[in-house]
């Protein structure tokens, strides 16, 4: 088998499950899992209507290129949610299946196993695990920028000259998994300039895109490109409808951005075998085409943070993220692991120790002394999660 597999570490729900051997939540409390970041709320019906009115072309075998409504369907949204933001269907937009399937692929058909060095890819700290499991498995370096207090925005000037020099790949995830930051134009334009000056790749991961408050849509890479006077040269974007439409079992998404980078990784994805069923690309068009479930599905999000966050204040010193479902909850005594296990012993409340989500680093592990909480249940669940919290810490 290949050697790589060797450099894989756990999945951080693995390490917890480890981590949490032995450990009981009270008998007389049912669990709340709020450690995993599965949408709970129901799939659209344009969506599953869709999706069932075409399953007779299970018969046919679908291209890796999807349908030209589909991507038609892709620029359309991209149009609405990024005002005015302009691509080719043809050319600059590529279906996947899923966004985390299509992160892991591009990192194998863009770097290069014959390069005369090894080539880096830079990564925020705490991430998303695939971008490491992508880097390791194409043969590169992967080098981490921490996301600190207060703003939780990877810190590249902590990465060294020398390290830029080989940087192929920058992943970027705004708005964040697990922190909820998102980037602003200067942020962006920061980024823009060491693209500039070290001429690496920016591939943005903007699945959480869609949920946002009070109207604060966060600004994505290929609309801040374009604002900030750029083309989309060495920029790919990547979104899906497991967030958006809480459809996580339909494996759809898309990649958007520089059409010499789309090119060959169309042709990558031929030989690959991930083309997109019928099926399935006839429920992305009716969602990518919905905007009213997008909406139901930002309020209900919008009322479990305006209920949970003020009771966790009570005890904690927690805040609003900017966007995304999730809470990074400061531990007030430092020990997030310690944290987990103590409030599922005693609440039932599943949560995760952010040091799973980070590696260690010189400047340390920037997810210890934060649990990350999905607010993914039904809200009063939320709620009722929260006030155990609360009723639990007396520290």
Same mark, same amino acid.
């Given at each position: 088998?290949?050697s790589?597999?060797?450099?894989?570490?756990?999945?951080?729900f693995?390490?917890?499950?480890?981590?949490?051997?032995?450990?009981d939540?009270?008998?007389?409390?049912?669990?709340?899992?709020?450690?995993i970041?599965e949408?709970k709320?129901? +799939?659209?019906?344009?969506l599953?209507?869709?999706?069932?009115?075409?399953?007779?072309e299970?018969?046919?075998?679908?291209?890796?290129? &999807?349908?030209?409504?589909?991507?038609?369907?892709?620029?359309d949204?991209? #149009?609405?949610?990024?005002?005015?933001?302009?691509?080719?269907?043809?050319t600059?937009?590529?279906?996947?299946?899923? !966004?985390?399937?299509?992160?892991?692929? %591009?990192?194998?058909?863009?770097?290069?196993?014959?390069?005369?060095?090894?080539?880096?890819?830079? !990564?925020?700290?705490p %991430?998303?695990?695939?971008?490491?499991?992508?880097t390791?498995?194409a043969g &590169?370096?992967?080098?981490?920028?921490?996301?600190n207090?207060?703003r939780?925005?990877?810190?590249?000037?902590?990465? !060294?000259?020398?390290?830029?020099?080989?940087?192929?790949?920058?992943f970027?995830? !705004?708005?964040?998994?697990p922190?909820?930051?998102?980037?602003?134009?200067e942020?962006?334009?920061?980024?823009?300039?060491?693209?500039?000056k #070290?001429?690496?790749?920016?591939?943005?991961?903007?699945?959480?895109?869609e949920?946002y408050?009070? &109207?604060?849509?966060?600004?994505?890479?290929?609309?801040?490109?374009?604002?900030?006077?750029?083309?989309? *040269?060495?920029?790919?974007?990547?979104?899906?409808?497991?967030?958006?439409?809480?459809?996580?079992g339909?494996?759809? &998404?898309?990649?958007?951005?520089?059409?010499?980078?789309?090119?060959?990784?169309?042709?990558?994805?031929? #030989?690959?075998?991930?083309?997109?069923?019928?099926?399935?690309?006839?429920?992305?068009?009716?969602?990518?085409?919905?905007?009213?479930?997008?909406?139901?599905?930002?309020?209900?999000?919008?009322q479990?943070?305006?209920?949970?966050?003020?009771?966790?204040?009570?005890? %904690?010193?927690?805040?609003?993220?900017e966007?995304?479902?999730? @809470?990074?909850?400061?531990?007030? *005594?430092?020990?997030?692991?310690?944290?987990?296990q103590?409030?599922?012993?005693? +609440?039932?409340?599943?949560?995760?120790?952010?040091?799973?989500?980070?590696?260690?680093?010189?400047?340390?592990?920037?997810?210890?002394?934060?649990v990350?909480?999905? @607010?993914?249940?039904?809200?009063?669940k939320?709620?009722?999660?929260?006030?155990?919290?609360?009723?639990?810490?007396?520290?």
């Amino acid at each position: 088998m290949n050697s790589h597999f060797n450099q894989l570490q756990p999945y951080p729900f693995a390490r917890l499950r480890e981590a949490m051997q032995g450990i009981d939540a009270p008998a007389n409390l049912s669990t709340i899992p709020l450690h995993i970041g599965e949408p709970k709320h129901p +799939t659209p019906k344009v969506l599953t209507d869709a999706l069932v009115q075409s399953l007779n072309e299970l018969a046919k075998y679908p291209l890796a290129l &999807g349908l030209s409504e589909l991507r038609q369907a892709c620029a359309d949204w991209l #149009y609405r949610r990024y005002d005015g933001l302009t691509l080719n269907p043809e050319t600059q937009i590529l279906p996947v299946l899923g !966004s985390r399937e299509a992160l892991f692929s %591009f990192v194998q058909a863009a770097l290069d196993p014959l390069a005369d060095e090894k080539p880096v890819i830079v !990564s925020p700290n705490p %991430f998303y695990q695939i971008y490491e499991g992508a880097t390791l498995f194409a043969g &590169g370096e992967i080098v981490f920028a921490n996301t600190n207090a207060p703003r939780f925005l990877p810190d590249w000037s902590s990465v !060294s000259a020398d390290k830029w020099a080989r940087c192929k790949i920058v992943f970027v995830c !705004s708005p964040d998994n697990p922190t909820g930051s998102v980037l602003t134009r200067e942020d962006w334009a920061e980024l823009f300039d060491l693209q500039d000056k #070290y001429g690496f790749i920016i591939a943005s991961d903007e699945c959480y895109a869609e949920i946002y408050f009070d &109207g604060h849509k966060p600004l994505g890479c290929l609309q801040a490109a374009a604002e900030c006077g750029r083309s989309f *040269d060495n920029i790919i974007m990547f979104t899906s409808l497991s967030k958006r439409s809480n459809a996580p079992g339909l494996r759809s &998404g898309f990649v958007a951005g520089d059409e010499k980078l789309i090119k060959p990784f169309l042709l990558y994805r031929t #030989y690959h075998g991930s083309a997109m069923s019928y099926p399935v690309q006839r429920a992305s068009i009716a969602a990518w085409n919905d905007e009213a479930h997008v909406e139901e599905n930002r309020r209900q999000y919008q009322q479990k943070f305006d209920r949970v966050v003020p009771i966790l204040q009570q005890k %904690f010193d927690v805040r609003m993220p900017e966007a995304s479902f999730y @809470l990074w909850l400061p531990v007030p *005594d430092g020990d997030d692991l310690t944290f987990t296990q103590e409030l599922f012993r005693a +609440t039932g409340v599943q949560v995760l120790p952010g040091r799973f989500f980070a590696r260690d680093t010189e400047q340390g592990n920037p997810g210890k002394g934060f649990v990350r909480i999905a @607010l993914v249940d039904e809200v009063e669940k939320c709620v009722e999660a929260a006030e155990r919290m609360v009723a639990w810490y007396q520290k």
